[in-house]
T-cell receptor
Framework: AQSVTQPDIHITVSEGASLELRCNYS??????LFWYVQSPGQGLQLLLK??????LVQGIKGFEAEFKRSQSSFNLRKPSVHWSDAAEYFC????????????FGEGTQLTVNP | EPEVTQTPSHQVTQMGQEVILRCVPI?????FYWYRQILGQKVEFLVS????????KSEIFDDQFSVERPDGSNFTLKIRSTKLEDSAMYFC????????????FGPGTRLTVL
């Protein structure tokens, strides 16, 4: 069974500081990995995804993530956080088959201090 | 940019009543999904739908749930007899075809069961 763990429930950073959100997954084969962001009252917006190839993937809003198979991790990073990045971030894993379900982590709430 | 839309944005119902949540997926997408998020918890997969039939469902998706694509544009989730524990945000999503690629989520319908 696939699972995702986001160890940090809540992270607070200062505006302009760097950010890393952790994600560990459990999956029996090569997974598809995703990061979504959810602002209050909004839906889930895809930040980036990993399918294959280059293990460092670039996403929208200046985010990037690195797939590390040996550590079963897919951590999300941003070099300089903006106040508008305050939101909840979800890591998700899916199988490489059409229409497969996504399994989400618990989410990490990001607070950005001015 | 095309988007998934959902109506209503908020639905309040009495326990035992039937509710229908509506979604309009992106027009050229072939796979449709429902997920839910109980307040403060992770996003959970309910069901995926392809070629007018359910392709996968979770253990949450029991006999009180059903999905339908009544016409070429709408995708609905029906809960026959709502329970207090059905209170959640329900997200519709759609994807073009291959797993995970271009999976877009709608803004969600908040269901409150009293």
């Amino acid at each position: 069974a696939q699972s995702v763990t986001q160890p940090d429930i809540h992270i607070t950073v200062s505006e302009g500081a760097s950010l890393e959100l952790r994600c560990n997954y459990s999956y029996g084969a090569t997974p598809y990995l995703f990061w979504y962001v959810q602002s209050p009252g909004q839906g889930l917006q895809l930040l980036l995804k990993y399918f294959s190839g280059d293990t460092l993937v670039q996403g929208i809003k200046g985010f990037e993530a690195e797939f590390k198979r040996s550590q079963s991790s897919f951590n999300l990073r941003k070099p300089s956080v903006h106040w508008s990045d305050a939101a909840e971030y979800f890591c998700a894993v899916g199988a490489q088959t059409s229409g497969s379900r996504l399994t989400f982590g618990e989410g990490t709430q990001l607070t950005v201090n001015p | 940019e095309p988007e998934v839309t959902q109506t209503p944005s908020h639905q309040v119902t009495q326990m035992g009543q039937e509710v229908i949540l509506r979604c309009v997926p992106i027009s050229n997408h072939l796979y449709f999904y429902w997920y839910r998020q109980i307040l403060g918890q992770k996003v959970e997969f309910l069901v995926s739908f392809y070629n007018n039939e359910i392709s996968e469902k979770s253990e949450i998706f029991d006999d009180q749930f059903s999905v339908e694509r009544p016409d070429g544009s709408n995708f609905t989730l029906k809960i026959r007899s709502t329970k207090l524990e059905d209170s959640a945000m329900y997200f519709c999503a759609s994807s073009v075809g291959t797993s995970g690629v271009n999976r877009f989520f709608g803004p969600g319908t908040r269901l409150t069961v009293l």
